[in-house]
């Protein structure tokens, strides 16, 4: 069980949940596969797959949860095609031109046809609730699909007082300032070989760098011209290789070896002690690690957190 990317939300006041009061919320809005008619449904699915019926996996008092969503799939073009078919068979019988508006409907009545034989799409998100941290953190690319399982939450728990982390100085003039040497990099951060620039004048282009030293002249050339760097590749405490965006996003999350070998020291062959293993491990350095690098970026902005 290791995350591939963190969108991070802070807790605005007090929160606090046990798993068995949270299974309970969850199990009102368990995943049900959608009707013959729906093009989506989500839910709530156990985070252990086949292995796990409860909908909340607990260690050291973290709770991982899974939201499932399910799409119908319907090709565009087999849409379009049996649309322009119906619309054209139309036109020959009654001798007229089938218009905009019911063409529309036409396209709704051969796409409620179409459902029940339609592919489906599922996906899963994974998130763990951190109380004593005052974190939720989201395995998702990005914002978006972080945004919609924080909503879902909300709505199932009748109350979720999160919103993203706000640190005291732009996340970009924090990068840049890395690279130029204008900001002292901390001792827990290693530059990665990989960053995103861009020009911040309303049609400013941007530069994407891969596989060079970001402190070579000809990056600092651009940083020179005005660019900042919104996008970068870093490795912390040399346990975690992460991409880092200016929305304070994290990206492709790549535990290193040593908590790898921690894992591999966990004698068990049972998967479900073997994925609780792997939970732990990952909270607890997602634990020091997301307060480090919004210590990093400035500090956190906690004027508007209520605290205990």
């Known amino acids: 069980m290791w995350f591939r990317n963190a969108r991070v939300f802070r807790f605005t006041k007090p929160f606090d949940i046990t798993a068995e009061a949270l299974e309970e919320k969850l199990q009102a809005d368990a995943f049900k596969p959608c009707g013959p008619q729906e093009t989506m449904r ?17 260690a050291n008092g973290y709770h991982l949860i899974a939201l499932r969503k399910e799409e119908k799939i319907l090709p565009g073009p087999v849409v379009k095609e049996a649309v322009e078919e119906r619309a054209e068979a139309i036109e020959l019988e ?3 031109k089938v218009r905009r508006k019911e063409k529309d409907e036409i396209k709704e009545q051969v796409m409620l046809e179409m459902l029940p034989q339609a592919f489906s799409r599922n996906r899963r998100c994974y998130a763990y609730l951190a109380p004593k941290d005052g974190v939720l953190v989201v395995d998702a690319g990005s914002a978006k699909q972080a945004e919609d399982l924080a909503s879902t939450l909300r709505k199932t728990l009748g109350s979720l ?26 001792a827990t951060i290693e530059l990665g070989n990989e960053c995103e620039l861009k020009d911040p004048s309303e049609d400013g282009g941007v530069v994407r760098c891969k596989g060079l ?4 002249d000809e990056i600092r050339n651009h940083l020179e011209t005005g ?5 970068l590749a870093v490795t912390w405490d040399n346990n975690v290789h992460l991409v880092l965006d200016e929305e304070l996003g994290i990206r492709r999350l790549k535990f290193g070896e040593t908590l790898q070998e921690q894992l591999d020291d966990v004698d068990v062959d049972d998967a479900v002690a073997k994925f609780d293993a792997a939970f732990s491990i ?10 480090g690098l919004l210590e990093a970026l400035g500090g956190e902005d906690r004027s508007a957190i209520v605290e205990d």
């Not at 156990?46 to 409860?54: A, S, V």
């Not at 732009?170 to 300032?177: D, E, H, N, S, V």
């Open 282 to 291: 990952m909270t607890l350095e997602l634990s020091r690690m997301i307060p």
């Open 227 to 231: 660019m900042q760097v919104t996008k």
């Open 213 to 216: 030293d970001l402190k070579a």
């Open 42 to 58: 989500q839910g709530w699915v156990p985070p252990l797959g086949k292995h796990g019926e409860l909908l909340v996996h607990s």
């Open 94 to 96: 009654q001798s007229r």
């Open 161 to 186: 007082p999160v919103r993203p982390p706000v640190v005291e100085q732009a996340p970009a003039f924090t990068f840049t300032g890395w690279l130029t040497e204008t900001v002292d990099l901390p």
